[in-house]
Structure formats: C-alpha cells, structure tokens
C-alpha cells in the first residue's frame, strides 16, 4: 500500500512540474493520489505497524504533500493520531510522533491552516481537524507544546482566537503557557480603546481565554508571575473600555482558596485604592460598552469577598481599615446594595410562589427541570450578588471591628432587616458552595461559613 502510494505520489508531483499552468492535466493522478491516501485510514487500525510507516519514509512523503492536497492529509494524520489508537501501542506512537515532529509538523499545519478559509465548510473541518492532530499529539506528549508554541501556532491561535474554535484553543493555550502571550496581547490595550468593532471583539475574546486558563489552579501562579494583576490594576485605573473585562479577569484570578496569593499581591500592588471607588459608584459608561450594572457590582463584591476570606494578618487589616474610613463610608454602600438586591430577589421570589401555587391548582407536577428554571430566574434577579454582599456583612462582623458591626446592625434596624433573613440567604450560599472541589474542602468551607452565620 504504501508502495502504491509513493508510485502515485511520485507521479503526481512529476505532472505537477511538467504541467504547472495545466491542471487537468495532472487531475486524474491528483485524484487516483487521494483514493490511496483514503485506503490508508485502515493502518490507524493497527498502530503495532506505525514503524514501517517511518522506516519506508511515508511520514514525510505525507508531509510534503500537505501543500496540494492538504485535506486528505490532515484527515488521515488525525486518525493515524487519535488518542485512544496512540494508547493502544506505546511504541508505534512514539516512532509515528517523533517522525511526524522531526518534519516540523506544527509549522506545516499552520503554514496550511494559513492558507484555509474558514467558510468553506471542508476547509473549515480541515482546521477543526489540524487543531485536533495538535491536541491529540500534546495529550500523548506534552512537552511538545513549547515546540508547537515555537512553531507559529501560538501566533496563529492568537490572530484566530474567534468563537468558534474557543474551546479546544484554550485547552491548547493552558498547556502551552499561553497566559504570558495572553498579557503581552492585551497589554496593548491598557492606554487605548480598541479602534474597530473586530478588534474589540478581539480584546473580548482574549480576555474570555485569559478567564477560562484561570480557571486551571495552576495557571493563578503564572498569573501572578507574569504580572497580570498589575496589569488589570492598571486597565481599571485608565478607564478604558478594558475596564469591565480587567475586573472579570481579577475576580476569576482571586476567588477560592488557589486565589490567595493574588488577593495578597493585590493589597500589595495598592489594589484596594482601585478596587473600593469601584465599589462605591458604578461607572456610569457601563450602558455604553454593553455590559450590566448587576454584572460590574457581581464582579467587584466576588472580590472583596474573596479577599476577606483569603488574606490574613496586615494585608487582612488594611483590607478592614477600608471600612472604617470616611466614618463606614463603605458599610453604608454595602447595606444600600444589600437591600437593592433583597428587594429584587424577594421580587422574584413572589413570582415564583405565585406560579408554583397555579400549578398546583391546575394539578401539574413539580419536576426538576422546573425548579431549575425557577433556581435560574433567581440568580438572573441578582441572587448571587445577595449571597456575596450578606457574606461580606458576615465577615466584617466578625472581624473583632466593633465599629463594623454596630454599623451593620444599625442600619439593618433603621431599614426594616433583619437578621433572620440574612442568615436565610447565608445557609442558601452555604450549601451551594464548592463546585467541582472535595468533600472535605466542601464540608470545611460550610462549615467556616454556618460559624460566622452563628455568631453574626
């Protein structure tokens, strides 16, 4: 087979020299050349043989034939590489993989995805598959990722990063210490606002990757390394239209307890001095970039609350401080938040009440699709950010700040609140808590919270 493959590919390439204005009359051996490559897929059946694929030089016969019929190549070389093949014999992959890089894979199949248009649907399949070869060959070979970094495709991605190929890009950008690119990339535009709509969407869409790489713990660590919370302090300074995306980033880089040396580099980095004028007064422009009141007062208080739970001893203090200034300037702009968002979700509570009642009288079941609906209408009144702002009230009574606490507690009885309520919604946050983390972490974090619960 591979034999026959050569003879064509040969032939072909020969046609191609001697008739290079001409295309029919290399036509017929272009398309005899892709029949074989089509009978090829079987050997992806039995990896054991991979080797004879590189003894008889197929590897880079293929190779050299990703400028002409490039889609055929790519499709075999995603199933030659599928991962679970790629399990099924150690050695045929490791022979088949260090071929394939010996030839400069990466460079050709991004050479190639340069020339691909995307609105095409086979071309389009052509990139999804190329990313897919990448992918399959990093998952049995990481340390080819700085390779393949090295190689254009990290510029390539960056250029390219669109919707459409989000997700398997950003697995692709964690593995290859794609934050420090993703920094340098938006540092650009700390000073300036984006001139086209393209380039905001642009701007927007590596942000989004800067905040799905952070949801890997061990990218907070090159975060923190490579400056990114200078970076976002600094974004949020200029005012810029970076602004409300610089806060997204800061708040998925300090939430849990992997968060904790942000939060701490950031009351460092004078952080709070950025961070409390925020909280104070929601900018006005945010109508203007599209982007919620709710979401900017969600995004700060996830901060602050991420802060108060992960600092400890000076940075926890100055943390406190910012409280008690301005006679609890702060405290009075909590509770005004506080109740703004009681009133919604209660709002949307009576709602929810009043259609479970009717459907009880019309004699329809409750099922769970339901209450998630209902669960989701809550959040979209502003649940959430409730939960954040009763969990910073708990926190700064418990602080041991007299002051705070009478505040709290003050203004909670001027306005009609009540304490009851709060440690309602905290019991609510309480067992909602720790998606994705261990029993244990869950357990301790409850168990944190319903203590502060106690004692508020």
């Given at each position: 087979m591979i034999l026959t493959?050569?003879?064509?590919?040969?032939?072909?390439?020969?046609?191609?020299i001697k008739f290079p204005d001409n295309p029919e009359k290399f036509m017929e051996s272009e398309l005899d050349l892709n029949d074989i490559i089509q009978e090829m897929h079987v050997i992806a059946t039995m990896p054991d043989l991979y080797h004879l694929l590189v003894e008889l030089n197929a590897v880079h016969s293929l190779l050299g034939l990703l400028t002409h019929v490039a889609i055929a190549v790519v499709d075999l070389l995603q199933e030659l590489t599928d991962i679970d093949t790629l399990h099924e014999s150690e050695e045929g992959a490791e022979v088949l993989i260090d071929a394939l890089l010996e030839g400069q894979v990466v460079a050709l199949l991004v050479q190639n995805m340069e020339r691909l248009d995307e609105l095409v649907k086979e071309e389009a399949d052509g990139i999804f598959n190329t990313l897919a070869i990448?992918?399959?060959?990093?998952?049995?070979?990481?340390?080819?990722?700085?390779e393949a970094a090295q190689q254009g495709l990290m510029q390539w991605l960056l250029k390219r990063i669109k919707v459409r190929l989000f997700y398997r890009m950003f697995i692709?950008?964690?593995?290859?210490?794609?934050?420090?690119?993703?920094?340098?990339?938006?540092?650009?535009?700390?000073?300036?606002?984006?001139?086209?709509?393209?380039?905001?969407?642009?701007?927007?869409?590596?942000?989004?990757?800067?905040?799905?790489?952070?949801?890997?713990?061990?990218?907070?660590?090159?975060?923190?390394?490579?400056?990114?919370l200078q970076l976002m302090n600094l974004m949020l300074r200029e005012k810029k239209m970076s602004r409300t995306s610089a806060l997204k980033v800061l708040n998925h880089g300090m939430i849990g307890p992997e968060g904790a040396d942000n939060?701490?580099?950031?009351?460092?980095?004078?952080?709070?001095?950025?961070?409390?004028?925020?909280?104070?007064?929601?900018?006005?422009k945010m109508k203007k970039t599209g982007n919620s009141e709710k979401e900017h007062e969600e995004h700060v208080s996830s901060i602050i609350a991420s802060m108060l739970?992960?600092?400890?001893?000076?940075?926890?203090?100055?943390?406190?401080?910012?409280?008690?200034?301005?006679?609890?300037?702060?405290?009075?702009?909590?509770?005004?938040?506080?109740?703004?968002?009681?009133?919604?979700?209660?709002?949307?509570?009576?709602?929810i009440e009043g259609e479970k009642h009717e459907m009880v009288r019309r004699g329809e079941i409750l099922d769970d699709g339901?209450?998630?609906?209902?669960?989701?209408?809550?959040?979209?009144?502003?649940?959430?950010?409730?939960?954040?702002?009763?969990?910073?009230?708990?926190?700064?009574?418990?602080?041991?700040?007299?002051?705070?606490?009478q505040r709290v507690h003050q203004i909670l009885n001027l306005r009609g609140g009540s304490v009851k309520v709060v440690r309602h919604i905290m019991r609510e946050y309480a067992e909602s808590i720790g998606d994705g983390k261990s029993e244990?972490?869950?357990?301790?974090?409850?168990?944190?919270?319903?203590?502060?619960?106690?004692n508020f």
């Amino acid at each position: 087979m591979i034999l026959t493959f050569e003879k064509r590919s040969y032939k072909n390439q020969a046609l191609r020299i001697k008739f290079p204005d001409n295309p029919e009359k290399f036509m017929e051996s272009e398309l005899d050349l892709n029949d074989i490559i089509q009978e090829m897929h079987v050997i992806a059946t039995m990896p054991d043989l991979y080797h004879l694929l590189v003894e008889l030089n197929a590897v880079h016969s293929l190779l050299g034939l990703l400028t002409h019929v490039a889609i055929a190549v790519v499709d075999l070389l995603q199933e030659l590489t599928d991962i679970d093949t790629l399990h099924e014999s150690e050695e045929g992959a490791e022979v088949l993989i260090d071929a394939l890089l010996e030839g400069q894979v990466v460079a050709l199949l991004v050479q190639n995805m340069e020339r691909l248009d995307e609105l095409v649907k086979e071309e389009a399949d052509g990139i999804f598959n190329t990313l897919a070869i990448i992918e399959n060959m990093a998952e049995f070979k990481p340390g080819l990722c700085t390779e393949a970094a090295q190689q254009g495709l990290m510029q390539w991605l960056l250029k390219r990063i669109k919707v459409r190929l989000f997700y398997r890009m950003f697995i692709l950008l964690s593995l290859m210490d794609g934050i420090d690119v993703l920094l340098q990339q938006l540092s650009v535009f700390k000073r300036h606002n984006p001139s086209t709509a393209e380039e905001q969407e642009m701007m927007e869409n590596l942000f989004d990757g800067l905040c799905s790489c952070l949801m890997l713990p061990s990218n907070r660590d090159r975060f923190l390394r490579g400056e990114g919370l200078q970076l976002m302090n600094l974004m949020l300074r200029e005012k810029k239209m970076s602004r409300t995306s610089a806060l997204k980033v800061l708040n998925h880089g300090m939430i849990g307890p992997e968060g904790a040396d942000n939060c701490h580099k950031f009351v460092d980095i004078l952080g709070l001095r950025t961070i409390f004028p925020l909280f104070m007064k929601t900018p006005k422009k945010m109508k203007k970039t599209g982007n919620s009141e709710k979401e900017h007062e969600e995004h700060v208080s996830s901060i602050i609350a991420s802060m108060l739970r992960n600092l400890k001893s000076q940075q926890r203090s100055r943390l406190l401080n910012k409280f008690t200034e301005n006679d609890c300037e702060k405290v009075d702009r909590l509770m005004e938040l506080h109740f703004k968002y009681l009133e919604a979700v209660q709002q949307a509570d009576k709602r929810i009440e009043g259609e479970k009642h009717e459907m009880v009288r019309r004699g329809e079941i409750l099922d769970d699709g339901m209450e998630d609906e209902f669960y989701l209408r809550r959040l979209d009144a502003g649940l959430f950010v409730l939960q954040l702002i009763c969990y910073i009230m708990v926190e700064i009574s418990n602080s041991g700040i007299s002051q705070l606490q009478q505040r709290v507690h003050q203004i909670l009885n001027l306005r009609g609140g009540s304490v009851k309520v709060v440690r309602h919604i905290m019991r609510e946050y309480a067992e909602s808590i720790g998606d994705g983390k261990s029993e244990e972490f869950k357990e301790a974090e409850r168990k944190r919270i319903m203590d502060l619960v106690e004692n508020f």
